[in-house]
């Protein structure tokens, strides 16, 4: 009763919760792409994933005549999984391709990369965020143009030999942290106009990039730079990668600690602007946070549903016993709840330039969901390996990977403590923050009663700005917010989300869902069989 290969498997066709989203949140015209990416995604990068993952990046600050040269070496599957998402859109089709419904797109196509291999999703998100920054500085636009587009070119060379780039950074330091504006890289204007970088970096990602936006410490404070690896002239910029990090996972990705020796760099944004400037990524970053701890978990359920359709226990498949559907079923909902509000904060990311309802929302959603996506994606993918026994313990599996990765977004980005200080400040500094988040509260209003009284009940706490029940209130809010997006849209997972998440019909674990529930429509919708 060995399962089969789970893959070759078409990711896009096989889930219905992310085409319905794409679909109701304006990316259908792309739908065709995704579909073509869905298909690669479930098959040869599926593959390539593990090779990228079993032979780690390495680090070679020598050549063999002694010369300095700070590079990182990694495995042909690594740059081949780049390419695909260079090539496809992943990192920059927000850019190159500018219309209503692009972000939409271009989130789900991160979703569906992340399933097959999460590390290389670290410096396709930086890459993409980067743009908008980089578009608003009249000198770099050559640099915001190659890293837009759809073109992944490895070489360690200048940018002027490359038609595309990618991007990594440089912000935390040992003795900050999160704490950026405790930071003490220098950075001294040269006469030319550029500026030497002096100092170090805690976690500098990504650090095979073309370039790096760095926060160092000028005249007029703590500022936001340009960082390119290598000089016009073809030279080395002066920064020495010290070593590399030995993480808990994300291990197709190089992450390293690095020093500045004097390194050229062009400023962004005004001298002592620096966090501002950072500021303009992090809704683009804390999205596609979302996204991928969406997809961690889309990824695990798809595991667990596909092995317990073939494991037969005790005289009939794992899938068609009481206790195990209902661990699947909540898990399909967890899921699906997960997937719909990332998509829906992706239109509003979206819309944010043309519609401030949009923008606002978008301000405050993407801290929420962050916070919450990101904190239930390992108690999740834990339960989908139970599903599986030992094997899912087995590194033939993809589901040790997913359990090692599955930590690092709620801690990337700004972990869950800023996350939820965050909201607390959006909502008492922007009356535009609570505006919106009420109007999308109010937007399923009517359709079940237990929601309408848990957000009466919310509505009456979100003018609280205590910071010791922060963690609270953003939980419920999330909550609330996914509720109201599955009701909107008539999912079928709808009222049983609200039974159990708002209405108190549901424990502490995965798998305590009401007994009189029927399961039987979300593992059909989970996972065609």
Known sequence: TQP???????????????????????GEAFAERLADYGALAGDELYRLGFDANRDRPRLRTHDRTGQRIDTVEFHPAYHRLMEAAKTHGVAGLSWHEPVAGAHVARAALSYLHHQAEAGTSCPLTMTHAAVPVLQREPGLREWAAKVAT????PRDVPIANKAGITLGMGMTEKQGGSDVRANATTATLADDGMYALVGHKWFFSAPMSDGFLVLAQAEGGLTCFLMPRRLDDGGKNAFRLMRLKDKLGDWANASSEVEFTGARAWRVGEEGRGVATIIEMVMLTRLDCMLGSAAEMRMALAQALHHTRHRVAFGKPLVEQALMRNVLADLALESEAATAFALRVARAVDAAPRDPYEAAFARVATAVGKFWICKRVPAFVNEAQECLGGAGYVEES?????????PLNSIWEGSGNIQCLDVLRALARDAGVLDAITRELASASGSDPVYDAFVERLRADLSSTQEAGARKLVERLALALQAAVLLRTGSPAARLFVRSRLGDEHGLVFGTLPPDTDVAVLLARALPA
Request: proline letters at 14%.
């Open 4 to 26: 089969p290969p789970f893959d070759p498997r078409d990711l896009w066709a096989d889930d219905v919760v992310l085409r319905e989203a794409v679909a109701r949140e304006g």
């Open 150 to 153: 759809p073109h992944y070119d």
């Open 398 to 406: 993809i589901l040790p990977r997913l359990y090692r990765q599955a």
